[in-house]
DNA sequence: ACCGATATGTAAGATTATCTTACATCCACA
DNA sequence: TGTGGATGTAAGATAATCTTACATATCGGT
């Protein structure tokens, strides 16, 4: 495998977070109903680290996911103002109008670039 | 197994997320070194995903590995999401697009006081 | 409506990863 | 030195994932 780097920089990291937060594996295989061997290779880099499991471990150790996969917390600029404006439209929108919306979106989108991307 | 609600969440804006992105399942197979059945299966619901592929997915659609696995959006002007991916789609758009857009918006707004709440 | 092409869902055996238990090692401290 | 807690690791049993193949949509053009 190839981000077999990646997983190695996210197991480091997770071992980090847990001996910061002072648990030990054992504590930390009981809230997340795994066995304590199980914390030990992820932490080694050996076993891959589930969607849901990386979200717990981030629970429990009060980091954010994004640390734990290396990510830098990103934030979304929005400067064109008629986005703004549009972006604040959007929040008034029930659930269920956003869902229409955001299909219809790729529709549109499709339309406005023909072929390309 | 008891997240199974949290994977199938994830899984849900997995595949959401890659349709936004205007990307088929084998596209994203390929970038991503998976089958494209794998592919499926995860937005079905029915395969975890891994950290390090769920960090990948996020590269691929532009989105932060903590909107994926459904934490609070770290600080953004707007605070749901599913209005960044929204967001992102809108600036794609064409002028004449966005301003049908707007036009569209009022009348769902216009739809969602009435009967629903 | 029909057609071909592309996208997606799904089945089944082969393959690989993970689990579970047990034992080994390390380290702090009395 | 020796005891207890924490961690690393091995090995067979178990479970998930892969890979291939086929089935079912879905869409655009005719």
Redesign the interface.
């Known amino acids: 495998m ?2 077999q780097d ?2 190695k920089a ?1 197991a480091a990291r997770l071992k980090e977070a847990r001996r910061l937060s002072g648990l030990s594996q054992g504590q930390v295989a009981q809230q997340m ?1 795994l066995h304590r061997p199980s914390v030990s290779e992820i932490e080694a880099g050996n076993r ?9 471990f ?1 629970k429990i150790y009060d980091v ?3 640390y ?4 830098a ?4 600029a ?1 400067n ?1 103002p ?6 604040r ?6 659930p ?3 869902n ?3 299909k ?3 529709a ?6 023909e072929g390309a ?1």
Not at 49 to 56: C, D, G, N, W, Y
């Open positions: 190839e981000d990646h997983r996210i109903n891959r680290v589930s969607a849901e499991e990386l979200s717990h981030a954010s996911v994004a734990l996969v290396g990510d917390p990103d934030t979304l929005v064109d008629r986005l703004q404006l549009a972006a439209e959007l929040q008034k929108l029930s269920d109008s956003l229409k919306l955001l219809a979106l790729a549109l989108r499709a339309g406005d670039d991307n």
